[in-house]
T-cell receptor, first 108, second 113 residues
Framework: GIQVEQSPPDLILQEGANSTLRCNFSDSVNNLQWFHQNPWGQLINLFYIPSGTKQNGRLSATTVATERYSLLYISSSQTTDSGVYFCAANQAGTALIFGKGTTLSVSS | DAGVIQSPRHEVTEMGQEVTLRCKPISGHNSLFWYRQTMMRGLELLIYFNNNVPIDDSGMPEDRFSAKMPNASFSTLKIQPSEPRDSAVYFC???????????FGPGTRLTVT
């Protein structure tokens, strides 16, 4: 099956800073999603982005399927952005495979 | 929509006891997934159902684990007998088709003492 690798594993920011999280996947995929796991453990859907670019407020994501990577951009970070960000991908008819996540800590 | 519903949210049990976790997928979703999250192994797929039929159970750890989906609106994950190493957060997820977004429930935190 496909493998999903995320970087960096940990990120520490001051409030207001921008950041870029990266996700590499080992084979072509039909689906790629970004999730935020908040401090209460809930997995929140951020983006469904098998290709192209999407934006939602201060967050945006880009997937370059031909080069097998996706990027999540967080601008003007806030303390509420803290948590673990997961990238997950799958091929058609299979289940999402998760990366190990990037743990983000934003301090005020 | 209520989202994916899981129960119980927390379960504490003694080693050797039977544990049953429950999941109600989002109405209209025909694929259902069980995942387990631990610090050591991260988020790993246990089993995947499509139209109530198990498609991939290669992630089920051993015979102590079993999962059923008797109808489109209900699934169970059973551990019998439970062991301390089964302590984890168990997530259920669903999606409406093969090429669609997957949604997760709030999880069940299982502690086996």
């Amino acid at each position: 099956g496909i493998q999903v690798e995320q970087s960096p594993p940990d990120l520490i920011l001051q409030e207001g800073a921008n950041s870029t999280l990266r996700c590499n996947f080992s084979d072509s995929v039909n689906n790629l999603q970004w999730f935020h796991q908040n401090p209460w453990g809930q997995l929140i859907n951020l983006f469904y982005i098998p290709s192209g670019t999407k934006q939602n407020g201060r967050l945006s994501a880009t997937t370059v399927a031909t080069e097998r990577y996706s990027l999540l951009y967080i601008s003007s970070s806030q303390t509420t952005d803290s948590g673990v960000y997961f990238c997950a991908a799958n091929q058609a008819g299979t289940a999402l495979i998760f990366g190990k996540g990037t743990t983000l800590s934003v301090s005020s | 929509d209520a989202g994916v519903i899981q129960s119980p949210r927390h379960e504490v049990t003694e080693m050797g006891q039977e544990v049953t976790l429950r999941c109600k997928p989002i109405s209209g979703h025909n694929s259902l997934f069980w995942y387990r999250q631990t610090m050591m192994r991260g988020l790993e797929l246990l089993i995947y159902f499509n139209n109530n039929v198990p498609i991939d159970d290669s992630g089920m750890p051993e015979d102590r684990f079993s999962a059923k989906m008797p109808n489109a609106s209900f699934s169970t994950l059973k551990i019998q007998p439970s062991e301390p190493r089964d302590s984890a957060v168990y997530f259920c997820a669903s999606r409406p088709g093969r090429l669609y977004e997957q949604y997760f429930g709030p999880g069940t935190r299982l502690t086996v003492t």
